[in-house]
């Protein structure tokens, strides 16, 4: 059984920091594409950032370039997001989803992905 379990969410000062994870198991993480998601009320989701742990290319959305920085720890099968620099606009439920295509140039999503519950982000001005 596939399971992607978010945490790491919570309430922030704007300016602040958060780590988000993602604990992945049941499919081969270590072949794998693994993205962070977003979405926050009213608002399509949207991809923030999309890691390929085979090789470690990643991706970013021009929302988080600069202040997101994404990793994977292949032998926890993790996949962290390092928030920094928080605005108000970035309060979401943020979700990773796997498998998905991703490179230095962008991200696909399959047909069949996996979806974790998600997490909370808030972020106080």
Do not use: H
Request: net charge negative; with cysteine.
């Amino acid at each position: 059984e596939v399971q992607l379990v978010e945490s790491g969410g919570g309430l922030v000062q704007a300016g602040g920091s958060l780590r988000l994870s993602c604990a992945a198991s049941g499919f081969s993480f270590e072949d794998s594409g693994i993205g962070w998601f977003r979405q926050a009320p009213g608002k399509e989701r949207e991809l923030v950032s999309c890691i390929s742990t085979s090789d470690g290319s990643t991706y970013y959305a021009d929302s988080g370039k600069g202040r997101f920085i994404i990793s994977s720890d292949n032998a926890k099968n993790t996949v962290y997001l390092q928030m920094n620099s928080l605005k108000p606009e970035d309060a979401a439920v943020y979700y990773c989803a796997a498998p998905l295509y991703c490179s230095g140039l962008g991200f696909a999503r399959f047909e069949y992905d996996y979806w974790g519950q998600g997490t909370q982000v808030t972020v106080s001005s």
